[in-house]
């Protein structure tokens, strides 16, 4: 049972908007589109949705049943339900995971800001070579970036401290409307630019000749990673889920979602890239080198309007970051101040001196520390590499066999249906994805990054 003194969500729509911004992020705006763009558009996403519902959904249902059966942080949450089997290592395994991640996402993020504040003062309305000399000198400064990367951490913990419905769910209820109404306004403006059409089919024309052993694994790896799986975050979430929240029908919300906000994403990048000629794969260097070019080169005959939309768009990415850093603090925050008794305060007072201190290193591996090397990898490449091959699959691949396979099947039939409450005609097909399809997917997804398949 959860501990009712340790806070919960007020309402579902709380729930489904703090749950979803955890998902909601820089891989919707930033990776979802150039993944799209470098897989042929519609079909990739076809591909893509196919996977949310075969490994997306399940797994995300079965961290809710460890999270609110429990009602404790995600360490806790484990322990509770594996006794002294090795198990018990899943949810500290989350709170490693989400600390890294924060570490080293705070430090994108804080290029987020810095190009909205770039943006505002017109720094980044330029040609070409002049927007790919400002990305290289900015991001190897010794001290802006990681100014603003643990600026963003700062920020991150002044909401986490204030509690799950007065920090984390107020918090949520404002940035993410606000996200969404950003995303139509920028939508709106770029699709009415010559030739945006083109971008627009696309995105929605599905090409099933494009589909290719290489769209399925990176359909599937886009899957796992956009929506928090393997982090515990989705565990540390549903720990504050009231008895009456449908696991299944929340986590199809979120996922859909997730994925409304990808595609809207889609409708800004491709119509701007197609209307200006720019091949819709341009890859990570998208955000902060291609598309500042973009919005220049397309509303040059206007240059208010790309003005305003290069702070929109900077704007959208900054708060679809902070969405998902605060979920991310969350986890470490809930483990401190519950594991040490601690105040909150002080719980998130540790994880964002720990965090600062990796982003710090991953953010001067940009710069001065490019020569540190950690298996021959930059800082942060390497917690990059870390978390997304190991780390984040094995959090993943151990939960689905843990509650597929050791949690008593009466304890995920009562969480699964609300203790009878909601239909349990999908339990069935839920558990069967949970004990096969889910690790089949996750161990492909492995093996993949891997090069072994």
């Known amino acids: 049972m959860a501990n009712q003194d340790r806070g919960s969500f007020g309402s579902k729509l709380g729930i489904i908007l703090a749950t979803a911004g955890s998902a909601v992020g820089l891989g919707n705006i930033w990776r979802f589109p150039y993944m799209t763009g470098m897989n042929g558009g519609a ?89 790919l000399a400002y990305f290289q000198d900015f991001s190897s400064n010794p001290w802006k970036p990681t100014l603003w990367a643990v600026g963003f951490v700062v920020l991150t913990h ?78 540390t979430y549903a720990s504050y889920f009231s008895r009456q929240t449908n696991l299944l029908g929340s986590a199809m919300q979120i996922a859909l979602l997730d994925t409304f906000v990808a595609v809207l994403a889609g409708l800004i990048i ?11 794969d341009s890859g ?19 240059p208010g309007v790309g003005y305003t939309i290069s702070i929109l768009f900077y704007a959208l990415l900054s708060l679809a970051a902070l969405t998902s850093t605060i979920s991310m603090h969350e986890i470490g925050t809930a483990f401190f101040y519950e594991e040490f008794h601690l105040s909150r305060g002080k ?18 591996s940009c710069g001065v520390l490019a020569d540190v090397k950690v298996m021959d990898l930059t800082i942060l ?51 069967f994805f949970v004990r096969f399809i889910c690790p089949l997917c996750i161990v492909a997804i492995f093996l993949h990054q891997l090069g072994v398949i």
């Open 43 to 131: 079909a990739f996403i076809l591909v893509y949705l196919l996977f949310v519902l075969m490994l997306g959904v399940p797994g995300m249902v079965a961290e809710f049943v460890v999270g609110r059966a429990s009602g404790a942080n995600a360490a806790k949450a484990y322990k509770q339900l594996a006794g002294r089997t090795p198990f018990r290592i899943i949810g500290y395994l989350g709170v490693l995971t989400s600390m890294i991640i924060l570490g080293f996402y705070a430090v994108v993020a804080g290029w987020c800001l810095q190009y909205l504040f770039a943006s505002v003062v017109g720094h980044v309305d330029g040609n070409p070579d002049y927007v």
């Open 158 to 235: 002044l909401v986490v401290v204030r509690g799950v419905r007065n920090g984390i769910e107020r918090a949520s209820k404002l940035l993410m409307p606000t996200l969404l109404v950003l995303l139509v306004i920028i939508i709106v403006a770029v699709c009415m630019l010559p030739g945006a059409g083109m971008g627009i089919s696309f995105l929605f024309y599905p090409d099933f000749s494009k589909i290719d052993r290489g769209v399925i694994f990176d359909a599937l790896g886009q899957a796992f990673f956009s929506l928090s799986l393997g982090t515990a975050c989705l565990c």
């Open 270 to 280: 491709f119509p701007a890239a197609f209307s200006v000629g720019v091949d819709p």
């Open 284 to 302: 990570p260097s998208l955000i902060f080198i291609t598309l500042p070019n973009v919005f220049h080169e397309a509303f040059g005959s206007a």
């Open 347 to 364: 719980g998130a007072l540790v994880v964002t001196v720990a965090c600062c201190v990796i982003c710090v290193l991953c953010s001067l």
């Open 381 to 431: 490449g390497f917690c990059d590499s870390l978390t997304a091959k190991v780390l984040l699959p094995l959090g993943s691949l151990l939960t689905c066999l843990f509650v597929g396979w050791y949690v008593p099947r009466q304890l995920v039939h009562d969480e699964f249906t609300n203790w009878g409450t909601v239909s349990k005609c999908f339990f069935g097909v839920f558990l």
